[in-house]
C-alpha cells in the first residue's frame, strides 16, 4: 500500500506529535525485541503496590525514542493519512486501498467528542444492543466515566453487560458484580446485565493455533449488536489492554477467563505460557467477531485517557506518567488497537515510556500480529482526524 507522509504545517502539538513521531511498526518490533522479558511474569490479580512489577529497570527502555524511529519522513505505524469527509461511512475508505480499515480519531475527550466518533462510523446497529465495558475493581481503578459514555449509550438504546472475572474481588460474584456497577454510577445512565450470571455458552474458533473454542457469558447471544467501549491502558499480563481484551477476557465467562490466561491448557491461570496466553485473546475475540460478522453487527470505540500501566482489573492502579490522548475508533478491533500502541509510541519527551516499557515487557504487540496472522483484523489502517 502506498504511504503517505504527513504535512510539516501541523500546528497541533498533540497531532504534530502522533502523526510525525513514531517509525513504522515493523521498526518498533525489531528495535524493542532485545529489551522483551517474558520470564518474569510475577502477577498479582489484586494488583497491591508490594507485589506489582517494576519496570523501570531497563535503561534502555527510557523513553519511547529509544525503540522507534522519529525521524521526520516517518510514518505512525502502519497508517496512513487521509482527509476524508468526515462523513464517510464504515466501510468506505479513504483513498483507492479500498481493503484498508479506516480509524477515525478526535482528541476531544468529553461526551460529545465520543458521540461524534461514534457517528463517524456510520454504524447503524439492528435489534437488541450490548454496550460492552469494564465495570472496573473497587476502590479506585481508572473505569469509564458513565457520564462520558452516557449519550452514545442512549443513542445505541443499550444495555451494559459485562462478565464476572475469574479471580478474587469484588466482581468474581453476581451479586457482588451488581453492587459495584450501581456503586460506578453504570445503573443510573442504563439497563446492566451480567452475561455469565447464569454461566457459559461455547463459541468455535477458527484457524486457532492454542484454542479450538471459546467460553463466554450465557447471554451473550441474546444480544444482536455490540457496542464495545474500552478504556485503553496497560494490563499486568497482557502489556496493554484495548478493544481486543476487551472482547476476549472482556467478554469470557469466569471459566472462559481462566481458560484464556491458561492458554487453552486449563492449567493455572498465573503460570501458562506468556506468548500462548497472548495468542489465547486474539482467538477468542476472532470467536466473537466471527459470530457477530467481522465488523457487520459489533464497532469498537477506545478511550485513551487516564493511560495507566495498569488494568481496570486493578483496584489500586499506579497514577499515569503521561497525558491523555483521545477517543480512536473503528469497525477493525486490530487497526484500533494497533493505532493506539502508534499513539502511545509517538509520544515525545519520554511521555509513556512506563507503558512502552508495560507493553514491551510482556511481548504485548504479539497480540496483534497473531490477530492479524489469524484474521481478526489488519494492522495496516488509515487514520482519519474528525477534528479537521
Known sequence: MRKRFLPFFLTFLLLSMVFTGCGTQKEVET????NQDQTSYNVN????????????????NDSPESVVDNSAESVVGNSTESSVDNSTPSGEQADSDSDVPIVYMTTDISPEGLMAVYE????????????????????????????LIKDVVDVVDGTIVECNTAYGGSRSETAMHYQVAEDHGFTEIADFQILDENGSMTLPV??????????????????DSYLVLSHFKGHAMAGYGGAIKNISIGLGSSEGKAWIHSGGTGGSMWGGEQDAFLEAMAEAGKSVSDYL???ERIV?????????????????????????????????????????????YAQKDGDGASLVRRIESRNGLHTLEHAEE???????????NIDE
Request: glycine share 12%; hydrophobic share 30%.
Open 45 to 60: 490479580p489484586s494488583g497491591t503496590d508490594s507485589e506489582r512489577i517494576d519496570d523501570s529497570t531497563d535503561s534502555e
Open 293 to 295: 460478522g467481522n465488523g
Open 374 to 384: 489469524i484474521g481478526l483484523g489488519s494492522r495496516t489502517y488509515t487514520l482519519v
Open 120 to 147: 463517524a462510523l456510520g454504524w447503524t446497529p439492528t435489534g437488541r444492543v450490548a454496550v460492552k465495558l469494564s465495570t472496573g475493581e473497587p476502590p479506585a481503578s481508572n473505569y469509564l466515566d458513565p457520564l
Open 300 to 344: 469498537y470505540i477506545n478511550v485513551m485517557n487516564r493511560l495507566s500501566v495498569d488494568c481496570d482489573c486493578d483496584g489500586n492502579p499506579a497514577e499515569p506518567d503521561m497525558h491523555d490522548i483521545g477517543i480512536p475508533a473503528s469497525a477493525d478491533p486490530v487497526a484500533l488497537d494497533q493505532a493506539c500502541i502508534d499513539l502511545v
Open 31 to 34: 528495535d524493542s525485541s532485545g
Open 206 to 223: 477458527e484457524g486457532g493455533s492454542v484454542l479450538t473454542e471459546n467460553y463466554i457469558g450465557a447471554a451473550f447471544a441474546d444480544y
